[in-house]
T-cell receptor, first 114, second 114 residues
Framework: QKEVEQDPGPLSVPEGAIVSLNCTYSNSAFQYFMWYRQYSRKGPELLMYTYSSGNKEDGRFTAQVDKSSKYISLFIRDSQPSDSATYLC??????????????FGQGTTLQVKP | DAGVTQSPTHLIKTRGQHVTLRCSPISGHKSVSWYQQVLGQGPQFIFQYYEKEERGRGNFPDRFSARQFPNYSSELNVNALLLGDSALYLCASNLVRGLTDTQYFGPGTRLTVL
């Protein structure tokens, strides 16, 4: 079993829709949770960074972490064709031995149709 | 400010050859991490360096090695290339705060092994 599970999709939605992307994980030591966006043949771009449980909002993006269920989500409101990309969840545990080591999900491919 | 830079952009090698990939982190960042991303998968952690010392190593064979220079730039070396080494190699520049860090990725080097 992988430490981080993410449905690869593809997920296709009409422009303006609310998008929900999710990951589950098995390692209860994870405390830092991130979402990256990756356009084709480019490096991942950091979208959201969350520590422990709770919600965080940034513009059209909302990240949620539920540590009791080992489940994280990214919501995109008013989706745009420019949001079409692969979305990667990533997480890490605390402590100096874990610094710099992110565990990624497989990535979900999102297509927003005009 | 310049972001993370990686060179070369693309590289084609044959089995058994050696390759060196280079990375320059964001100015002020003293730590870099290296990841391998195979097509259709999330990035996998290879190494982390902080202040020129190795702080973490992923589950990769000894054919993979890295180092960090006094100016915090880094090299990833892969010996005896295999077809399975074909991937996008990503360098992340790490802003370290205490026992955690925030990682910003470069555009990657696409390695093809024939």
């Amino acid at each position: 079993q992988k430490e981080v599970e993410q449905d690869p999709g593809p997920l296709s939605v009409p422009e303006g829709a609310i998008v929900s992307l999710n990951c589950t994980y098995s390692n209860s030591a994870f405390q830092y949770f991130m979402w990256y966006r990756q356009y084709s043949r480019k490096g991942p771009e950091l979208l959201m960074y969350t520590y422990s449980s709770g919600n965080k909002e940034d513009g059209r993006f909302t990240a949620q972490v539920d540590k009791s269920s080992k489940y994280i989500s990214l919501f995109i409101r008013d989706s745009q064709p420019s949001d079409s990309a692969t979305y990667l969840c990533a997480m890490s545990a605390s402590g100096s031995s874990n610094t710099g080591k992110l565990i990624f999900g497989q990535g979900t491919t999102l297509q927003v149709k005009p | 400010d310049a972001g993370v830079t990686q060179s070369p952009t693309h590289l084609i090698k044959t089995r058994g050859q050696h390759v060196t990939l280079r990375c320059s982190p964001i100015s002020g960042h003293k730590s870099v991490s290296w990841y391998q991303q195979v097509l259709g998968q999330g990035p996998q952690f290879i190494f982390q360096y902080y202040e020129k010392e190795e702080r973490g190593r992923g589950n990769f064979p000894d054919r993979f090695s890295a180092r960090q220079f006094p100016n915090y730039s880094s090299e990833l070396n892969v010996n005896a290339l295999l077809l399975g080494d074909s991937a996008l190699y990503l360098c992340a520049s790490n802003l370290v705060r205490g026992l955690t860090d925030t990682q910003y990725f470069g555009p990657g080097t696409r390695l093809t092994v024939l």
